[in-house]
């Protein structure tokens, strides 16, 4: 027994020991974390529910309970940036030091609403009642709380999930003034507060005499056609509405009467409007005597829809509002006149088309547009502070029955796409996109020419991608981030263009194959041309640009001809820089860089470089054709001129 003990603990000692020499007793250093803890709320104090908090230095994810709160267990030690997202807000951020072993409690992020998440209007007063009508951005259970007098506060039952409420305040006193308080709740917990509402009830008696008419009429989209609203001041109680209603230029009639329309409303709907048709309304009032008000100013709106006959705009009618989409089908035509203005809303309310959030016109048939000179057509935003994306643009789609569009002595604004040839062209000539995100976009068009076009202000001028033997010529841009981009293009041709105070890059080239550029002018702020494709010749240009020509193909693209400048910062910058060693560009004259060719040469011609001897002029209207005097009048390989006005 003795014996067996001895050598259990000898077993048990060594192996200790053995464990020493191995090092395996060695302490392992505990990593430097630390922890944060916090809540998300918003203006008004309330805790915001199912945010995501990204810290974007150990780049992990949390989200908050019903409570809005967050926590972070184990973080770096240093500074994170957190970020918070949620539906319904702004995005949010705070900073915060972790230090080892430490914890930071009480970090509180607070977070914006979007504005308008809740609107509400009074639709009704009566001498005991009154109704009040909410629309909401998304699906809301609402609180609805009222005082007389700023008095004691009543709350109604919660209300059902739902974008519009109609809430019904009754047994109230007649002449008094109430005051009223909405929250409302998604679906998810997220709760908002509108602004406070007053209304005074009407008090008791009628009024002889015709009532006041309605004031604030509006027309606007609605998913099954035009939406009328109103609002009525007056105190003296009402029977109903009368809503009046003409198509184009033809006098009002009466549409509905106080019969369809009870003294508590504020709104109807028009379902029977032809889409593209110009309507216009008006509202009077009806008193209990059956006396009737004068008519409303009127409102007047596009239906939006699928047109189903051939519709003409007229400059008599302008300015014509769209806040829905307008699609031409085959076969179908709309036109529009000389002068006219049509403004886009910047949401489309009928939630239709190719952008279910923004307006557009989707040709499928004809859109003929010829203005002139004198008297262009307008297609804006509609936005009081208009953005580059208020309105989607026009789509002009191939069909079965496709009709070529015509668009002549037309102004383009506020759009995402100015105008989109997507397998389809159309005859476009003194055409302006201005302040879009995109100019003009050939999307997967075959043998295009587009003659005639110019960008102002756009993000990208001109957009061409996946297209087969197509051309933009006589192309002018202004003020642009990037003048021109080409994408996955076999065989595009851009001539005869001038491009002036780039931002960024002046044209972009990404193509497949055989793309040629030529005989244009490039003035940027930062790089001229970018040349990506792995073939391609781009000749007589004159580049003006703080970097000239950059090249990122792998096979040399033919660059002859040209005259590349920086005037803008001299000194600075490369002519030509080529991202792949060894290829030669010659016959190009470099002139007002830091280094003329960087990563390449310019052998195989007489290298000249020489000051070009612009015409010039003031930097707003700069004459970049050569004085008789300049050498490059006869420095082309074929003897001709270099730069933008040689080689026709």
């Not at 203005?341 to 949401?347: A, E, L, Y």
């Not at 989707?362 to 057509?377: K, N, Q, R, S």
Request: net charge negative; glycine share 8%.
């Amino acid at each position: 027994m003795h014996k067996k003990l001895f050598k259990i603990i000898f077993i048990i000692t060594h192996t200790w020991v053995l464990f020493n020499l191995l090092g395996c007793t060695e302490k392992v250093l505990p990593l430097k974390k630390g922890a944060v803890s916090g809540r998300v709320y918003d203006e008004n104090n309330l805790s915001v529910s199912g945010a995501y908090i990204t810290s974007h230095r150990s780049m992990l994810k949390a989200e908050t309970d019903n409570y809005g709160r967050f926590s972070f267990t184990s973080l770096d030690v240093g500074s994170h940036n957190f970020t918070v997202e949620r539906d319904g807000y702004y995005l949010g951020s705070a900073t915060a030091t972790i230090v080892s072993g430490e914890s930071v409690e009480n970090f509180d992020i607070k977070v914006e609403a979007y504005e308008k998440m809740i609107e509400h209007n009074v639709s009704l007063r009566e001498m005991t009642r009154a109704v009040i009508d909410v629309k909401c951005f998304e699906p809301m259970s609402l609180v609805v709380a009222y005082s007389e007098n700023f008095g004691q506060r009543i709350q109604e039952k919660p209300t059902e999930f739902a974008f519009s409420h109609r809430i019904e305040l009754k047994n109230l006193y007649s002449g008094s003034e109430y005051a009223y308080f909405i929250t409302g709740t998604t679906k998810d917990g997220r709760s908002f507060i509108a602004s406070d509402g007053l209304f005074r009830t009407i008090a008791s008696g009628d009024i002889s005499g015709a009532p006041d008419a309605p004031i604030v009429v509006k027309a606007q989209q609605g998913q099954e056609g035009p939406l009328i609203s109103w609002s009525y001041v007056g105190a003296e109680p009402l029977k109903g509405f009368r809503l009046y209603r003409a198509t184009d230029d033809s006098a009002l009639v009466l549409y509905k009467d106080e019969s369809e329309i009870f003294g508590n409303e504020s709104f109807a709907t028009d379902l029977s409007a032809i889409p593209g048709k110009i309507y216009r309304y008006a509202v009077s009032s009806v008193d209990l005597d059956g006396n009737s008000s004068v008519l409303s100013e009127p409102a007047k709106i596009v239906p939006g829809g699928i047109l189903t006959e051939n519709i003409t705009w007229r400059v008599s009618q302008s300015p014509i509002h769209v806040d829905g989409d307008i699609v031409i089908p085959e076969r179908l035509s709309l036109v529009i006149e000389p002068g006219v203005t049509v403004t886009f809303s910047d949401k489309d309310n009928k939630k239709g088309g190719y952008n279910n959030l923004l307006c557009e016109m989707l040709v499928e048939g004809c859109l003929y547009a010829e203005g002139t000179a004198d008297l262009p057509i307008r297609l804006v935003s509609a936005a009081s502070l208009p953005t580059r994306k208020d309105w989607a643009g026009i789509r002009i789609v191939n069909s079965e029955n496709s009709i070529n569009s015509v668009l002549k002595n037309v102004v383009i604004s506020g759009a995402e796409f100015g105008i989109e040839l997507y397998e389809m062209g159309a005859t476009l000539e003194n055409v302006s996109s201005r302040y879009c995100d995109v100019g003009l976009k050939l999307n997967k068009v075959d043998s295009v020419v587009v003659s005639g076009f110019y960008a102002e202000e756009c993000n990208v001028g001109f957009y061409a991608v996946n297209t087969k033997s197509s051309a933009l010529n006589n192309y002018e841009a202004l003020k642009c981030s990037k003048a021109a981009q080409l994408a996955s293009n076999r065989d595009f041709t851009l001539s005869r263009f001038d491009v002036r105070k780039i931002y960024n890059l002046g044209i972009e080239v990404v193509d497949i194959e055989s793309t040629l550029v030529e005989n244009g002018i490039i003035q940027s702020d930062e790089t001229g041309l970018e040349i990506g494709s792995p073939s391609g010749v781009y000749r007589n240009l004159t580049v003006d640009a703080l970097s000239g020509v950059v090249v990122s193909a792998v096979n040399a693209p033919v660059i002859k001809n040209n005259i590349i400048v920086n005037l803008i910062k001299s000194g600075r910058g490369y002519g030509i820089e080529d991202k792949s060693l060894g290829h030669s560009y010659p016959y190009n004259n470099i002139y007002g860089f830091a280094q003329a060719a960087f990563n390449c040469d310019q052998s195989g011609a007489t290298i000249q470089n020489v000051n070009p001897l612009f015409v010039g002029g003031s930097s707003n209207n700069f004459d970049y054709s050569l004085k008789p005097e300049s050498q490059l009048l006869y420095s082309a390989d074929d003897g001709s001129e270099l730069g933008a006005y040689g080689g026709e």
